[in-house]
């Protein structure tokens, strides 16, 4: 069974720091990575996604895909109090079952 | 309004009824999908569909139909409603499978007593 695992968090970080997320998947064959970003009684909101090993910065957002090891991780450069959320990574793996699966996500807390 | 909208977004049922939730959009994305989101299980695939006419089952589809008659709408009809399927339910679209990912609804809370 195809999976992605994601530390449930909470992750704590003081505001202006960097804070960390990170992602692991199963399916090497995986194709396509992406980041949700979901606060409290909202809808998962895309703000990230990254096809190719290697960084894609985006503002403050970094994505890093490492596929040799099956990881993905986003990096949020000075943390802000409104990035406190629950933010979900999500991979489209390879082969007949080519649907969006999600992790369970970690929640994010930046404190003043 | 353009998007995609769901309905109606709080929903509480009893036990045994049928109850549908709908999704609407306005992109004519070709792809649909419907997930629940529960406390530690993250979201999890129910259905979706490729087109018109077109749909299939996903990761938990026990005691849920769907249909979709036009490309616009993608409703979710839970035929005899229990306790388990208490949950927030997210529709989603695409335009292709999801290389791009995928445009979520703004969710239905639903409580089954």
């Known amino acids: 069974q195809k999976e992605v695992e994601q530390n449930s968090g909470p992750l704590s970080v003081p505001e202006g720091a960097i804070a960390s997320l990170n992602c692991t998947y199963s399916?090497?064959?995986?194709?396509?990575f992406f980041w949700y970003r979901q606060y409290s009684g909202k809808s998962p909101e895309l703000i990230m996604f990254?096809?190719?090993?290697g960084d894609k910065e985006d503002g403050r957002f970094t994505a890093q895909l490492n596929k040799a090891s099956q990881y993905v991780s986003l990096l949020i450069r000075d943390s802000q109090p409104s990035d406190s959320a629950t933010y979900l990574c999500?991979?489209?793996?390879?082969?007949?079952?080519?649907?969006?699966?999600f992790g369970a996500g970690t929640r994010l807390a930046v404190h003043p | 309004d353009a998007g995609i909208t769901q309905s109606p977004r709080y929903k509480i049922t009893e036990t045994g009824r049928q109850v549908t939730l709908m999704c609407h959009q306005t992109?004519?994305?070709?792809?649909m999908f419907w997930y629940r989101q529960d406390l530690g299980h993250g979201l999890r695939l129910i259905y979706y569909?490729?087109?018109?006419?077109?749909?299939d089952k996903g990761e938990v589809p026990d005691g849920y139909v769907v249909s979709r008659s036009k490309t616009e709408n993608f409703p979710l009809t839970l035929e005899s409603a229990t306790r388990s399927q208490t949950s927030v339910y997210f529709c989603?679209?695409?335009?292709?499978?999801?290389?791009?990912?995928?445009?979520f609804g703004s969710g239905t809370r639903l409580t089954v007593v």
């Open positions: 989603a679209s695409s335009p292709d499978r999801g290389k791009n990912g995928y445009t």
């Open positions: 990254i096809y190719s090993n």
């Open positions: 999500a991979v489209l793996p390879s082969g007949g079952y080519n649907k969006l699966i």
């Open positions: 399916d090497r064959g995986s194709q396509s």
């Open positions: 569909s490729a087109a018109a006419d077109i749909t």
């Open positions: 992109w004519s994305h070709s792809y």
